[in-house]
């Protein structure tokens, strides 16, 4: 029987640099077909702990893991490069069911590195257009220096509706500027009704963007957010991820906005 506790030693295929403090890690992953965009693993290294870390791509036999540089053990990791290894285990929490916006009209908003869960959500569509009636990313981020996966954006805008904006921008910048909020107002629809919303991104970003989406008259059973919060176990016992009898990791880390608008400590 599997003890979920001891992880398993996974080689780092590759390391792509995103930021100066962002860099996206590829890992060795056998079971990479199990794995769902939203769901994260806990990644260690004896002697400097575990951090869970969200799911930003998933490959054959690889998962990407997409890491901002804020502490020891993210410290670490960063002196882990291509052919080194780091221990993994997990997957763990529900992540977000692509077959829940199949033959819809998908829009994604994401604020900087909450980008990086929904992103397996953004490449699936990108790559399978046929499958529902449109999608739209709607990404923000602080500044130009700041804009995380690059290449992949390209494909993106390709393939679906992009809205790539940045914060703030010094004057000889073309692209677009502002909150995410900016451009919700503006969104077309065929059917409102058939449209559906995912939210990722900082608490006060998700509070502003869930009202916005809600003036557009859609209803609250039409949005998805994924809660962030300190995840140690991944396993329901440590209680760290609790907020009243919910479990984030467990439950979580993504919810319909009519239970998600729940948690609150």
């Not at 001891?6 to 780092?12: E, N, Y």
């Not at 995103?18 to 056998?30: N, Q, W």
């Not at 739209?136 to 790539?164: M, Y």
């Not at 439950?251 to 009519?258: I, K, M, Q």
Request: charged letters at 25%.
């Amino acid at each position: 029987m599997k003890n979920e506790y001891i992880p398993q030693l996974s080689t780092v295929r590759e390391v792509i640099k995103h930021t100066a403090l962002e860099y996206t890690f590829r890992m060795e992953f056998d079971h990479a077909e199990i794995v769902k965009p939203g769901q994260f693993f806990e990644i260690s290294l004896p002697k400097y702990g575990e951090a869970p870390i969200s799911v930003s791509g998933i490959g054959a036999d690889t998962v990407d893991f997409t890491i901002r540089r804020v502490g020891k053990v993210t410290n670490e990791i960063f002196e882990n490069y291509v052919g080194d290894k780091l221990f993994i285990r997990g997957p763990y929490g529900n992540g977000f069911d692509i077959e829940n916006y199949k033959g819809k009209e998908l829009v994604v908003i994401a604020g900087g590195t909450g980008l990086s869960p929904i992103k397996g959500v953004v490449d699936y569509f990108a790559a399978h257009t046929d499958e529902n009636i449109s999608t739209t990313l709607i990404a923000g981020f602080k500044d130009p220096d700041s804009v995380l996966f690059r290449d992949d954006f390209k494909f993106w805008k390709e393939n679906i509706n992009v809205i790539q904006s940045v914060d703030r921008a010094p004057e000889d910048y073309t692209g677009p500027v502002g909150m995410v909020t900016k451009y919700i107002p503006d969104l077309k629809f065929t059917d409102i009704s058939n449209a559906s919303f995912i939210c990722v991104g900082p608490p006060i970003m998700i509070k502003f963007v869930v009202k916005a989406i809600l003036e557009l008259g859609v209803k609250e059973e039409q949005i998805w957010v994924s809660h962030e919060r300190k995840m140690c176990c991944g396993l329901g016992k440590c209680g760290h991820c609790r907020v009243g009898s919910t479990y984030i990791c467990l439950d979580g880390p993504v919810f319909n906005y009519v239970d998600g608008k729940k948690l609150i400590d």
